[in-house]
């Protein structure tokens, strides 16, 4: 479970009025990195709400030919969230085009430099030099072509404690994603007053 901390921040969504978008791109063989990639979907539309025009889940390739990396809207503001692994220091199944891609474009050809990023990989320190090799390419080749990351890389290490890792990248995550958006999280209990929350109550989503 994630930190009371950050549980306990709702966002504040006065004068948002659509036009956030969020792309998640997940690369994986074994299932690992849908599955956080789905728990960042499941949380931010939760979160959000009516606030996101446009939420997309998918493989990287699928992220790359179904034209997702293309804004909706002229002015939004749009996030590109990157979950996947290594396997011997390669992409996984799903995320070969778009890492192959990401080597060949040019900061003019993927027109990105008006989007967001953040990237979590995936993988085990007992891959030696190839641990995180696909996560960093991606995060390194994404600065190059003018995605701003909106915060560090995460590293995940199935060796140790993955899900753990995870939860502390999450906590960094959420903060940074609210700032991208330009919305405002406050302390639950300041914005309905502690005499509102009703012991049981659920708290909102991250």
């Not at 192959?100 to 003019?108: G, H, K, Q, T, V």
């Amino acid at each position: 479970e994630l930190s009371d901390e950050v549980i306990r921040l709702a966002p504040s969504l006065n004068g948002v009025e659509g036009g956030l978008e969020l792309v998640i791109g997940y690369g994986s063989n074994m299932g690992t990195s849908r599955g956080f990639a789905q728990t960042i979907e499941a949380d931010a539309r939760r979160r959000y709400g009516s606030a996101l025009s446009r939420v997309v889940i998918s493989p990287l390739d699928e992220v790359l030919s179904s034209g997702a990396l293309v804004s909706s809207e002229p002015d939004a503001t749009s996030v590109l969230v990157v979950v996947t692994s290594s396997y011997n220091g390669e992409p996984p199944d799903n995320a070969r085009d778009f890492v192959a891609w990401l080597s060949e474009a040019s900061p003019e050809s993927a027109g990105l430099g008006s989007w967001y990023t953040a990237v979590f990989g995936c993988g085990n320190t007992q891959w030696g030099h190839r641990f995180q090799a696909v996560p960093k390419k991606v995060a390194h080749e994404l600065e190059r072509l003018g995605v701003s990351a909106i915060c560090e890389r995460g590293a995940g290490d199935d060796d140790t404690s993955l899900d753990m890792d995870f939860e502390a990248w999450y906590t960094l995550f959420v903060p940074a994603l609210d700032m991208a958006y330009g919305v405002e999280a406050v302390p639950l209990v300041s914005a309905a007053g502690a005499d509102d929350i009703e012991s049981g109550d659920e708290l909102p989503a991250l």
